[in-house]
């Protein structure tokens, strides 16, 4: 089945977002859904907890508001044994996309999919906090807290942080997604600035644990135009699902992928098993009963997360490396949040630390056209 | 039963519910207000109060049968029959007279007329009420006050009397949550309510297991919301063992998770030949029987990790150190890392068993130690 696209069934105004340009644009792009304004917008959780399947029915509501906290945060991942040293923008909160093992179900307070409009003060503090450290590169997504291009169609504002990151002579953005919404993305001067990733599965989990995305060819389609646009792209094989047959599917995503794009476009490629806390798992039994997600052998792990049994972990990670090596001997391939004993055993070795791991990150990142 | 049709009740029999936060009843003259008869004398004082007929009843006219008013979870205490064989009744039970003359239904004291009955008493003393004078909901209260009075609800009885308040008095969710749940001591959430109305539902074997303290409550509730099959088999293993709470716990998750890989039940998965075997192996204690349950549960939802346990203890076995060495793995092994400890309380004790560690050198084992998962 192929993506299916966000329409909200009421649109939920903060009073002091109605009159943001951003508000205006969205509610033009959707238009003969209601619309109602609140000064408070958690007045509203009651109501939108009140269903017993809130966490579908909620995100029918979407909630256009301001940010009044801090929009760049370094990755949580940075706790990590050896981190890549990233920053995340929250531009939204929540996604659409049901994928059954998505943290957001368990993290987020309000159940509706919300979106910032104050897009100026996100924009002045991401320009003001890389500008101040210009002696460091900033790898920075928006896929942490939604998808960064799910909503693009609505928001528009890949339009408005790609030429921003391209005036950022220290900063590349990433935008993460399962889409394959990149119409707003052709004909813009990204400058090198921009990376365009992919999270990737089989078909089998995409079908069935990843509901409303957009399907492997799309992806992969899409990843194709981005590069005929210029763009660099990027792929995160996370969450690796571990089952009965994995490799044979894996193998096959990756035969596609570098079907349709070649190895010298690629940026990086991140491989990352699934992780997930206690709360998710009661979750996703509820929600989704029919998936196998919480059925792996997972042990405790860091940050109270439950992840696969190490050897499980191993295995994965040293296949599929082997497989992506086939294609593009020479793209860096990194494991995200992981420790160094388990780099040491499926890559042979471990970057000696977080630095070392961001500093050949960000050599990657290619500025062809200084700003 | 019949099912009262909803808000059928009016708004002074509600305020008889209406309860203050310790729990004490607040007087509702609606439902007990003053009635023509009802003037006593005492001395020069006259006191009006509600009508109190009392009766001598014969037990053979009672309907045993019709439990709408029952609360109690178990009706044939020993404590009880003790008390009756030595002091007789000392309060009244509380009856319905029927549509039908000479007929009358249990509103107060279940165990107290299985007792009389069970020493073989022929009469008891009864406070009796006429049903064109009271609703169902007002004597069922009556019941739930009754109780209240002089003990605390076991969760079984809490379970019934949410359950027939909402399934056979009609009363809204809401009304449950914000007066009954606080009224039974519980918290006033919608999840509790739920958790209650599925506990009633609970299978007979698992309502013993509960009443006696071998299953927890969140165990009870989750078991309750399978179906009854279920619950029996549920029942049958967990009735030859004994689980701490956490073990109980992971037992049942276990079994869940398997039930659901192998897209069978819980009773499949409980009716496992390995399962029953342990339950019947007469040299075991529960104790060791839910361990051992246990055990084999969790080598069957994580095979790696228990493949992975057994070498660690096989290769270690194969170091042949003695006693005074501990070898511990990383927890799950995560990493690669060995722990190392012994304890020594003499030189030649010290000297025998760095001798041991060395002979434990050369040994293959000491090599898939580090390997073994």
Same mark, same amino acid.
Request: proline letters at 5%.
């Given at each position: ?158 339009? +408005?942080? *790609?030429?921003?990151?391209?005036? $950022?002579?220290? &900063?590349? @953005? %990433?935008?993460?997604?399962?889409? =394959? ?21 089989? +078909?089998? *989990?995409?079908?069935?644990?990843? $509901?409303?995305? &957009?399907? @492997? %060819?799309?992806?992969?389609?899409? =990843? ?148 | ?288 029987k839910g361990e051992k349950t246990h055990g084999y549960l969790y080598s069957l939802r994580n095979p790696r990790i228990a493949r992975a346990r057994e070498n660690f203890q096989a290769e270690k076995a194969g170091l042949a150190l003695p006693g005074t060495v501990r070898i511990s793995a990383d927890p799950f092994f995560e990493t690669p890392r060995l722990r190392v400890e012994f304890d ?30």
């Amino acid at each position: 089945m192929s993506m299916v696209p966000y329409h909200p069934e009421r649109i939920v105004i903060q009073e002091e977002a109605c009159n943001d340009a951003a508000t205006q644009e969205m509610l033009q792009r959707l238009p003969g859904i209601p619309v109602q304004t609140v000064r408070d917008v958690d007045s509203l959780l009651p109501e939108l907890r009140a269903s017993t399947d809130y966490r579908t029915t909620a995100k029918r509501t979407l909630i256009l508001m301001h940010n009044r906290g801090s929009f760049m945060k370094e990755c949580p991942g940075a706790g990590a044994e050896i981190c890549c040293g990233y920053f995340v923008i929250n531009y939204a909160l929540n996604c659409h996309f049901e994928c059954t093992y998505c943290v957001l179900q368990s993290f987020l307070n309000n159940p509706a999919l919300t979106i910032y409009t104050n897009i100026g003060d996100l924009m002045g503090e991401v320009k003001e906090k890389i500008l101040g450290s210009p002696g460091r590169t900033f790898r920075v997504g928006t896929g942490e807290t939604a998808d960064s291009l799910a909503l693009d169609e609505i928001t528009f504002y890949s339009r +408005r942080l *790609i030429p921003l990151f391209r005036s $950022l002579p220290n &900063a590349v @953005l %990433e935008l993460k997604t399962k889409s =394959a919404q990149v119409a707003n993305l052709q004909a813009l001067d990204h400058g090198g600035h921009t990376i365009i990733s992919w999270s990737l599965n089989p +078909r089998r *989990i995409i079908r069935n644990e990843e $509901l409303k995305t &957009a399907t @492997l %060819e799309e992806r992969l389609d899409a =990843a194709r135009l981005c590069r005929q646009w210029g763009y660099r792209v990027g792929f995160h094989f996370d969450p690796l699902i571990y089952y009965q047959g994995w490799e044979r599917d894996y193998e096959e995503v990756v035969r596609e992928l570098f079907r349709y794009v070649d190895p010298e476009g690629i940026c990086w490629i991140s491989l990352g098993c699934l992780r997930f806390t206690n709360d998710l798992k009661e979750i996703v039994r509820r929600r989704f009963p029919r998936s196998r997600i919480p059925y792996g052998e997972f042990v405790p792990g860091n940050h109270g997360k439950w992840r696969y049994f190490r050897p499980i972990r191993d295995e994965m990670y040293t296949k599929m490396q082997a497989m992506i090596r086939e294609h593009a001997p020479r793209v860096l391939v990194y494991l995200c949040m992981e420790n160094r004993a388990v780099w040491e055993r499926s890559f042979g070795q471990a970057p000696s630390s977080t630095d070392e791991l961001a500093t050949r990150m960000d050599a990657l990142v290619d500025f062809n056209d200084p700003p | 039963m019949p099912v009262e049709e909803r808000h059928s009740y009016s708004n002074s029999e509600l305020k008889c519910l209406s309860i203050t936060n310790d729990a004490t009843p607040k007087t509702c003259a609606a439902v007990a207000g003053p009635r023509p008869n009802s003037l006593w004398r005492r001395g020069a004082r006259r006191f009006i109060l509600p009508t109190m007929i009392f009766e001598e009843i014969p037990l053979s006219t009672i309907d045993y049968q019709d439990e709408t008013f029952r609360i109690s979870e178990d009706l044939d205490l020993a404590r009880m029959v003790s008390a009756l064989q030595a002091v007789g009744l000392i309060h009244p039970v509380v009856l319905l007279e029927s549509v039908t003359p000479s007929n009358f239904t249990i509103v107060c004291g279940f165990r107290r007329l299985h007792g009389l009955r069970s020493i073989g008493s022929d009469m008891t003393l009864a406070r009796t009420l006429k049903s064109t004078e009271h609703s169902r909901l007002e004597l069922f209260l009556k019941a739930i006050w009754d109780n209240l009075s002089h003990r605390e609800m076991a969760p079984l009885e809490a379970a019934r009397i949410l359950y027939k308040l909402k399934n056979e008095f009609g009363l809204e969710n809401d009304i449950l949550v914000e007066r009954f749940l606080p009224l039974l001591g519980l918290s006033p959430h919608r999840n509790v309510l739920q958790g209650y109305l599925h506990l009633h539902r609970l299978h007979p074997e698992l309502r013993s297991q509960l009443n006696a303290g071998h299953l927890t409550l969140s165990s009870a509730e989750r078991l309750a919301q399978a179906a009854p099959e279920i619950q029996a088999g549920a029942a049958r293993t967990l009735g030859k063992v004994r689980l701490s709470a956490s073990l109980q716990r992971e037992v049942l998750d276990l079994a869940e998770d398997l039930a659901a890989i192998t897209d069978t039940t819980l009773t499949d998965i409980f009716n496992q030949p390995e399962i029953r075997a342990v339950g019947d192996d007469a040299r075991l204690s529960a104790f060791q029987k839910g361990e051992k349950t246990h055990g084999y549960l969790y080598s069957l939802r994580n095979p790696r990790i228990a493949r992975a346990r057994e070498n660690f203890q096989a290769e270690k076995a194969g170091l042949a150190l003695p006693g005074t060495v501990r070898i511990s793995a990383d927890p799950f092994f995560e990493t690669p890392r060995l722990r190392v400890e012994f304890d020594v309380a003499s030189p030649r004790a010290f000297r025998e068993t760095v001798d041991a560690l060395a002979t434990a050198c050369r040994k293959a084992s000491l090599d898939r130690l580090f390997e073994v998962s």
